[in-house]
């Protein structure tokens, strides 16, 4: 803890020193580079936990993790107007870091499970690590969507909302796109689940959110995008629809 507490003031103190990378900015880039130094450092106690065998130094890393996360899902929705520049910012290197932290940390859960207390087995599942990864990579790319949008005021100074909102949309549906093609090839049932209920909300937001404002050039670019994404889905589906019920009673 003394040496989380340690880093942590010496990172922002640095930034607070040389005003990094702007005298208006460098707080919450600080901020940001501190939830990846949390995700970092947690990860690494976590590991040691499992090395050394030891739970109360696993729960610590855990925690560490914890905190960076949250910390960096409630700096994205307070600083969402940051001048920031579009996907090169100390926001996507925060996400970055916390996604692969939440990856790595779901593989050393799978590898290691047999070590786990009972508690930790009920409560660290390596579901809930990959979920969160998901979930955390999600927002970061609806974020930088959105800022990559306002930053190039794309197409006008006027509709560039539009297109921000019809970017978020596709965003989405693309995203499901990927996590249903993982689901098939590496057989997680989750994973399908996942991408369906994404592609649902996507829809859900075109449907009823989207057409409310978008002009007719953005309604017809959204309408070919998620129909030609559907078309893939379901040429999926068909495809391989009596493997998915084969592997199904011995998937996680």
């Known amino acids: ?29 600080a901020w940001f580079a ?21 739970p109360e130094l696993r729960w610590t890393g855990i925690f560490t993790y914890s905190a960076g996360s949250i910390t960096a899902l409630w700096l994205s929705l307070v600083t ?61 790319l609806t974020l930088e969507t959105y800022n990559l949008f306002r930053s190039l005021q794309f197409p006008s100074s006027e509709a560039w909302r539009h297109a ?9 549906a693309l995203y499901a796109a990927a996590a249903l093609g993982v689901g098939i090839v590496y057989r997680r049932r989750l994973a399908r689940w996942f991408s369906l209920a994404l592609f649902g909300l996507a829809l859900f937001k075109v449907f009823l959110v989207d057409l409310g404002f978008l002009t007719l050039p953005f309604r017809m670019g959204s309408f070919l995008v998620l129909g030609l994404i559907l078309i893939g889905v379901a040429w999926a589906y068909s495809r391989y629809g009596e493997q998915l019920r084969e592997w199904a009673a011995g998937e996680q």
């Open 1 to 29: 803890v003394l040496t989380v507490l340690a880093l942590s003031q010496e990172v922002y103190a640095a930034f607070a020193r040389w005003q990094f990378p702007s005298p208006n900015e460098w707080n919450t880039a």
């Open 34 to 54: 501190l939830t990846a130094l949390w995700g970092l450092t947690g990860l690494t106690i976590f590991a040691l936990g499992l090395r050394w065998n030891m």
């Open 80 to 140: 969402i107007t940051t001048d920031f520049p579009p996907l090169i910012n100390f926001r996507v290197l925060a996400f970055s870091v916390l996604v692969a932290v939440s990856t790595t940390t779901a593989f050393l859960l799978l590898r290691h499970e047999g070590e786990l207390t009972p508690t930790e087995q009920d409560w660290c599942k390596p579901v809930t690590f990959g979920t969160a990864a998901n979930l955390l990579a999600l927002w970061l």
């Open 164 to 172: 921000a909102q019809l970017g978020i949309s596709v965003v989405w």
